[in-house]
T-cell receptor, first 115, second 115 residues
Framework: EAGVAQSPRYKIIEKRQSVAFWCNPI?????LYWYQQILGQGPKLLIQ????????DSQLPKDRFSAERLKGVDSTLKIQPAKLEDSAVYLC?????????????FGQGTRLTVV | AQSVAQPEDQVNVAEGNPLTVKCTYS??????LFWYVQYPNRGLQFLLK??????LVKGSYGFEAEFNKSQTSFHLKKPSALVSDSALYFC?????????????FGQGTELSVKP
């Protein structure tokens, strides 16, 4: 079975520019997550979707970050405008359902460098 | 609030020796605990999970973890370490109640296995 696909793998932008990341979850997975992993830290959840509805976006900086999951499949995460502290790896994950006992499967991530 | 802690930033082990990567947790109610491994420039890979039942959980690549409710711990173990086990390991707990079931990660432990 194909895994979670993310693109691009790497991105370098200047501060105040905008950037978008794309994620294609495992086929049939209803739950999709976006995590931010800053170097030396564990991943932090930015937003969680169940189908195309938002379950949790409590830690998403909504003044600059936005995410959507149209049609309950692919998702995009956008940052506008980017700040230096947004430099991180952005991980997309999916799970078959949002149950507590369900593991999530992660993509390879997009490494963002803001200069 | 749910949280997970990994008290060691780095663990060094000689190949062939047993390894332990420590994790402690804090949750309200029953814990749902996970271990993930991250190789350089890769996403997180699921290793194992504890939901209920036997306190010793077996997972991928010969890893196992022991759930200890009285000590609120979920340590990752392997009887004989391989050089290829060298990677970053993350413990995670499912947040429940007000945290919507999201995976909460520890800060990670870097495992180094020397020949």
């Amino acid at each position: 079975e194909a895994g979670v696909a993310q693109s691009p793998r790497y991105k370098i932008i200047e501060k105040r520019q905008s950037v978008a990341f794309w994620c294609n979850p495992i086929s049939g997975h209803a739950t999709l997550y976006w995590y931010q992993q800053i170097l030396g830290q564990g991943p932090k959840l930015l937003i969680q979707f169940q189908n195309n509805g938002v379950v949790d976006d409590s830690q998403l900086p909504k003044d600059r970050f936005s995410a959507e999951r149209l049609k309950g499949v692919d998702s995009t995460l956008k940052i506008q405008p980017a700040k230096l502290e947004d430099s991180a790896v952005y991980l997309c994950a999916s799970s078959a359902r949002g149950g507590l006992n369900t593991e999530a499967f992660f993509g390879q991530g997009t490494r963002l460098t803001v200069v | 609030a749910q949280s997970v802690a990994q008290p060691e930033d780095q663990v060094n082990v000689a190949e062939g020796n047993p390894l332990t990567v420590k994790c402690t947790y804090s949750v309200s109610g029953n814990p749902y605990l996970f271990w993930y491994v991250q190789y350089p420039n890769r996403g997180l890979q699921f290793l194992l999970k504890y939901i209920t039942g036997d306190n010793l959980v077996k997972g991928s690549y010969g890893f196992e973890a022991e759930f200890n409710k009285s000590q609120t711990s979920f340590h990752l173990k392997k009887p004989s370490a391989l050089v290829s086990d060298s990677a970053l390991y993350f413990c995670a707990v499912r947040g429940i109640y007000n945290q919507g079931g999201k995976l909460i990660f520890g800060q990670g432990t870097e495992l180094s296995v020397k020949p």
